[in-house]
């Protein structure tokens, strides 16, 4: 009896099919690394930069202005613009009212003719004086005619005088007919209407 062509047979299958599994085994093996290897060598980079995080916060609350400006017309007659309302957005220097200047138009022509006059006369009261010093050096004139023609230069002097002040005075109140705002910001409150009638801040306490 000879096994040995018996043992040959079982040992080829076995050893075939130990050499299919290291063949298989070593496939994947390879495909694994081969796997590593691509991911590693398609990572994107990118350049290190600065760059701006924003955060938005949500809450749920009121608004109060940092400040609050109040604004009252020193000009007194009825409101012919108001481009403004509440919640509008304001410049510095944007209007926010016109009040009628036809009253404060015509005082400051008044004082302006007023100052030419007084110049005016200022002028003739000077070469009148002078004219005086020298008929009184002459004693050509008195000397009460002389203290009238330096009286009489004196208040041309004061006339002049308050006939600038006149005029400063209309030019202020032209000025103060046209509103504008002092500062940007935000309108959160108007008690006046364009066409209403309003009094000076200045006459009185609930001015607008």
Do not use: C
């Amino acid at each position: 009896m000879n096994p040995s062509p018996s043992r040959s047979r079982l040992v080829r299958p076995v050893a075939i099919a130990a050499l299919l599994l290291a063949v298989v085994a070593g496939f994947f093996v390879v495909r694994a690394v081969r796997g590593r290897r691509s991911a590693v060598t398609t990572v994107q980079t990118v350049v290190g930069a600065r760059r701006d995080i924003s955060q938005t916060v949500e809450a749920t609350g009121t608004v109060e202005p940092v400040e609050i400006v109040e604004i009252k017309s020193k000009a007194s007659g009825e409101i012919l613009k108001m481009p403004v309302e509440v919640g509008s957005v304001v410049k510095k220097g944007d209007l926010l009212a016109q009040i009628d200047a036809l009253n404060v138009q015509n005082q400051y022509d008044e004082s302006n003719a007023a100052l030419k006059a007084a110049q005016a006369g200022l002028n003739v009261s000077k070469a009148q004086v002078k004219r005086a010093d020298e008929l009184f050096s002459r004693e050509v004139i008195t000397a009460d005619q002389h203290e009238t023609a330096t009286l009489a230069y004196a208040n041309a002097q004061s006339s002049l005088a308050r006939a600038h002040s006149a005029l400063e005075i209309a030019r202020q109140a032209l000025r103060d007919a046209t509103v504008r705002a002092p500062s940007n910001g935000t309108v959160i409150e108007q008690t006046v209407t364009k066409g209403q009638v309003i009094a000076s801040a200045t006459s009185s306490a609930s001015g607008g």
